[in-house]
């Protein structure tokens, strides 16, 4: 289904959208970035928070290591400030970079087990699907974050895979 080069790609494109995403709002009004937009996490901040917490979910679950800090439930509020934010997004970004370097066509087979934390229910799927997952739910919230912020009368970088810059 996926490949050790797809999780390479996906991994580089989550790393470059999420430092246009920490570049924009290093500069934006904190009011703003908690303000309920209407959105399915409610503001812009909630959303990336949620995007963290899954993101280290995920990957905790490919590579072992650790899960979030903050129960699901509280999810939406994992980080304190938009600049602690930042931090932790930069870390989980090279993160997940380190093991899409390191994954293997054979780590990318079989069924992943795991037990849903907003759940608790335990599932298995194909681990190609897993990792699908990973990417595509990245994609999905950092578009509600761009549409928040274009609302806002901002304008995000691109997001088209083509426009990409080489590492």
Same mark, same amino acid.
């Given at each position: 289904? !996926?490949?050790?080069?797809?999780?390479?790609?996906?991994?580089?494109?989550?790393?470059?959208?999420?430092?246009?995403?920490?570049?924009?709002?290093?500069?934006?009004?904190?009011?703003?970035?908690?303000?309920?937009?209407?959105?399915?996490?409610?503001?812009?901040?909630?959303?990336?928070?949620?995007?963290?917490?899954?993101?280290? !979910?995920?990957?905790?679950?490919?590579?072992?290591?650790?899960?979030?800090?903050?129960?699901?439930?509280?999810?939406?509020?994992?980080?304190?400030?938009?600049?602690?934010?930042?931090?932790?997004?930069?870390?989980?970004?090279?993160? !997940?970079?380190?093991?899409?370097?390191?994954?293997?066509?054979?780590?990318?087979?079989?069924?992943?087990?795991?037990?849903?934390?907003?759940?608790?229910?335990?599932?298995?799927?194909?681990?190609?699907?897993?990792?699908?997952?990973?990417?595509?739910?990245?994609?999905?919230?950092?578009?509600?974050?761009?549409?928040?912020?274009?609302?806002?009368?901002?304008?995000?970088?691109?997001?088209?895979?083509?426009?990409?810059?080489?590492?």
């Amino acid at each position: 289904m !996926i490949t050790p080069a797809y999780c390479q790609m996906m991994a580089r494109y989550n790393a470059w959208q999420n430092k246009g995403l920490r570049d924009m709002i290093a500069n934006i009004d904190r009011d703003a970035l908690y303000r309920d937009r209407g959105a399915f996490f409610g503001s812009i901040m909630g959303t990336l928070n949620h995007l963290l917490w899954a993101d280290t !979910i995920w990957i905790s679950r490919f590579d072992g290591g650790e899960g979030p800090t903050v129960p699901a439930k509280e999810h939406l509020e994992m980080t304190p400030t938009p600049a602690v934010w930042a931090a932790e997004n930069f870390r989980m970004d090279a993160r !997940i970079r380190l093991w899409a370097e390191s994954v293997s066509a054979i780590d990318l087979v079989g069924d992943l087990t795991w037990t849903a934390a907003l759940s608790d229910t335990t599932m298995s799927e194909p681990m190609g699907l897993c990792v699908v997952q990973l990417f595509n739910h990245q994609t999905h919230h950092r578009g509600q974050v761009h549409a928040m912020l274009t609302a806002m009368g901002l304008k995000p970088n691109d997001t088209d895979l083509p426009f990409m810059p080489e590492d």
